[in-house]
Every structure is written in C-alpha cells, then in structure tokens.
C-alpha cells in the first residue's frame, strides 16, 4: 500500500494534534481563519485553508508558490495617457479586465517597456478585493498596476498553476469581507503552497478542467445571445407594439420616439407611490431563510434588469409594513455606485418567498395608485433603453449615482391597452425563461468544476490511468 502524505503539512503539527490546538485555544481559528493550523514562526498557511485535511498520493508534493514562480507587479501609467480610441496605443490590462477576463477596455497611448508587455498565456492575478487568476489571451497589452503576471519554472504547467491558485484566493477574496486584508502583496504568493503532481498528471487535470470551463463558455455565450435578442424585443415591441398601422411622437426628456395611436401615456408620478426600503446594518445578515427574511439590495438586480440571484441575502431586524414586499412587486434601483448607470433605475421583480421579504434603501417599491399596468408587463417596460437612459439622466453624484425621485415623478411612460401588454409580456417571458434555463445550467457546472478542482487538485480522483487527450494549447504551456 502506498504511502499517503497529508497536504501541506506543517513542520511540529501532526495531525492528531489538530484538535489538541483547537481546545487549547478556540482563538486560533478566529484569529487566523485557516482552521486552526499555525506555522511555527506563527503565521497562517494559505494551504490550510484550501486543502485542510486532504492526503496526497505518492509522487505528488506541495510546492510554494512564490518559490517556484517569477512574479511581477504591473506599472502605475498615468492616466493622462489613456484613450478609450480603439486605434489608439496598446490596450492596457487593468484588474476589471482580469476580474471578468474580458478584452481591455482603456489603451496606452505612451510607449511601453516590454517587460511591461502581456502577451498570450501569460497567467494574470488581479490584487484588489477580487483575487481573480486567468491565462491571457486578447494579444499583446500593458500591464497595469495592481496586476501581476506569474511565471512559472518547470515545476508548473500555467493552466495547472491557474487552476490550483483559484481556491487559495477566493479563500483570500473571502477573507477580505471579513478582514481588512483587502489586496495582495507580491509577497503574499510566498504564503502559498499547493499541490503539484507530475508534470503529464497536471497537464490531463487542467484539461478535464478546461474542457467545463469551455462548456460554460458556450452557455455563456447563449445567455448572452438570448439577452441580446430580448433586448432588441423590448426596443421593438415597447415603441411600436403589435400590429399597428399608425403612431405619434413620443417625448422623453430630450429624445423623441414614435409609439401606436392608441396607447396613452401618463407620468409616472400620476400612476405610481414609491416607498424606500431598510437602512441596514449588514450585521443583521444571517445564513439562511430559517433565521430572516428575503432581503434584496443593489446586488439583487443584475445589469439590464431583473434578479441576480447571487445577490439575495438574508436579514433578521424588524422592518416596517411600507418596507415589507410581495411576490411580483416591482422594486428599482435608486443608488448606483459606478457612474457607468448600469443599475440606476433597473428594475426587479421579487421573487416567490415561503416568507417575508425586504429590501434595502437603495432600492425604490413601486405601488400603482390605479391599476394601469400588469406587473409582468412592467417589469419590461421598465428595463427599455429609452426608460433607462431618461433614468440616468435625471441621477447625480460625484462618485455615486442617485436616482432624483422629485423628476422620477415626471417621465412618461406609454401605456398599452391591458390586453397587449399580456401579448407582449408573454413573448418576453420566453426569453426570460430560456435565459433562466441556461443560467441554471451555469449554476450546475460552477458545482461540477468546484468538486472535479477538490478532488483532482488533491489526487482523491486520478487521472493516470485514463486517456485524456491533452491539447496541444495546453500541452505547450508545461
């Protein structure tokens, strides 16, 4: 029988003296947060927090990072050199472009030192709040500050390194909502050691694991697309309807659309009371709906409108009856906190909740004093462009936007005979639910990779033994 070897583990720990530690000293795990483990000089192992408990197979080792990686810190550009030209200068990776490993949207328009240079397959780490790790591949581009690249000796394949430095900084990420550790130092990659099987074994693990993230790439790119195509919907079917012949101009602020002879408009002061949510304490947070109530804030609504279900939170205080919403109200984000506006006056519609359900200040109920609309049609009409950008019109601050409810009062908003909104709340509905579908499939294949990544990463599944093909895209980066 072969030998197992605990990961990561500690010189003078063993591993029946974990409990020992931990009734000796309750305080260790909440000082550190990496349950209960130590090193001898005192500091925390990052490893014990990924890998606590798991055994590793003979031939595999642990390795840190920092001691088998090259690391560089990105440069502090001046901003007076930036373009947003898409013809102008390098495109220059900032930590929003790692965050959502997306093509840079800023460039540099002032010649760069070409080891300031990210190019294809270079491992990226962002080192603010969010601890996100991908393997470039836009091209050429600067590396910013508060980015660094990770090169690795023989010891690592780059896929293999991304993928086991993934659950170390999201421990990390998740550390700094608790903490004030809130960015990463180039030190920091010293502190953390992962698991390092033979070169082929990581090479077949990272593409097992490639192969999930290119599936849900694909998804992705559905939900977009269907994202897309209901957009274009609501722009159609919110101005010119069904059916119609003949149309009137419409006026909203300085924009002016056409929309059908027969609808009527009214403002939304005519038709709607607005009541604003809870000034909360996020200490009044709690783990599940067992303990509060559904509470929904501007992380409720995603971009565009509607629920982002990542954002629904849980929240035990007592709240007042104005404050209290029901199953299809509609609430509308009165606060953004990027000037971008891709939130202000989004609308969502609250979910169905075995329970009471609250929001948060930021966030506006809308109650219909006369019944002119359906809830389902409103939800749509309130995510139209022309709603949206007449919404950020009239929202004002230096760094955070907010909604001006006195000229919220104001805008029109064109109202379709009851039986046309049903039509067209009906064909809009089956975006929504093709989109849901697809966001549901995410969801499973997020659980699929986070449990293939526990026991591939630790060796409990092997991949010796199969034949998995490996790319040569990942071959080349061993």
């Given amino acids: 029988m072969s030998e197992q070897r605990e ?21 260790i795990a909440l000082e550190t947060g990496f349950e209960g483990f130590k090193k001898p000089n005192g500091e925390a192992k990052i490893i ?29 550009f001046s901003s007076d050199n930036f373009s947003k030209q898409t013809n102008e200068g390098l495109p220059l990776v900032k930590r929003k472009t790692v965050n959502n490993d997306t093509y840079p949207e800023t460039r540099i328009t002032k010649d760069v030192e070409g080891r300031y240079i990210v190019q294809d397959g270079d491992v990226l780490v962002s ?3 969010y601890f996100e790790c991908i393997l470039w591949s836009y091209g ?39 903490t004030d550790f809130t960015s990463l130092s180039i030190n920091e990659f010293d502190n953390i050691e992962i698991p390092t099987p033979p070169i082929p074994e990581q090479e077949k693990i990272a593409t097992v694991l490639h192969n999930v993230d290119e599936l849900y790439d694909k998804n992705q790119e559905i939900i977009e697309q269907a994202k897309s195509t209901k957009r274009a919907l609501i722009e159609k079917l919110l101005t010119l309807g069904i059916d119609h012949k003949s149309y009137k101009p419409f006026e909203i602020g300085p924009r002016e659309y056409e929309i059908p002879e027969g609808w009527k408009i009214v403002t939304f002061g005519d038709i709607f009371d607005t009541h604003r949510g809870v000034n909360y304490s996020s200490d009044n947070y709690v783990e599940s709906p067992e303990e509060g109530m559904l509470f929904l804030t501007l992380n409720a609504i995603s971009p565009g409108g509607g629920i ?22 509609i609430l509308i984000a009165n606060t953004d906190l990027n000037q971008d506006g891709k939130i202000i006056g989004y609308p969502v519609s609250v979910p169905d909740f075995d329970g009471q359900v609250s929001f948060s200040h930021h966030l506006l109920k809308l109650s219909q004093t006369d019944d002119v609309f359906r809830q389902d049609f409103l939800k749509h009409l309130l ?10 019109d009239i929202s004002c601050g230096s760094t955070v936007l907010n909604l001006d409810t006195s000229l919220l009062q104001k805008i029109p908003l064109p109202v379709p005979p009851k039986s046309e909104q049903q039509e ?12 849901e579908n697809h966001e549901d499939r995410q969801n499973n294949l997020n659980n699929i990779k986070n449990g293939l990544m526990q026991d591939l990463l630790t060796g409990t599944v092997r991949t010796t033994d199969t034949n998995i093909q490996v790319p040569d895209e990942i071959a080349q980066h061993g």
């Fill in 127 to 129: 080192m603010d709040r």
């Fill in 383 to 392: 995510s139209a462009e022309y709603i949206h950008k007449r919404m950020k």
């Fill in 7 to 27: 990961l990561g583990e500690y010189e003078g720990i063993e591993k029946n003296d974990i409990q020992d530690i931990e009734d000796q000293d309750e305080s």
């Fill in 48 to 76: 014990r927090a990924s890998w606590a408990g798991a055994v590793l197979p003979d031939g595999w080792s642990t390795n840190v990072v920092g001691d088998h990686v090259e690391v560089q810190g990105g440069k502090a």
């Fill in 424 to 435: 067209i709340a009906n064909i809009l509905e089956e975006c929504d639910n093709l989109i």
């Fill in 308 to 329: 982002k279900r990542g954002g629904l939170k849980y929240y035990d205080d007592e709240v007042k009856d104005k404050k209290i919403a029901s199953h299809n109200d």
């Fill in 140 to 178: 050429d581009a600067g590396l910013n500050q508060r980015v660094c690249r990770l090169t690795p000796t023989s010891e690592f394949n780059k896929y293999y390194l991304m993928y086991a430095l993934q659950k170390p900084l999201t421990y990390l990420e998740d550390l700094g909502g608790t």
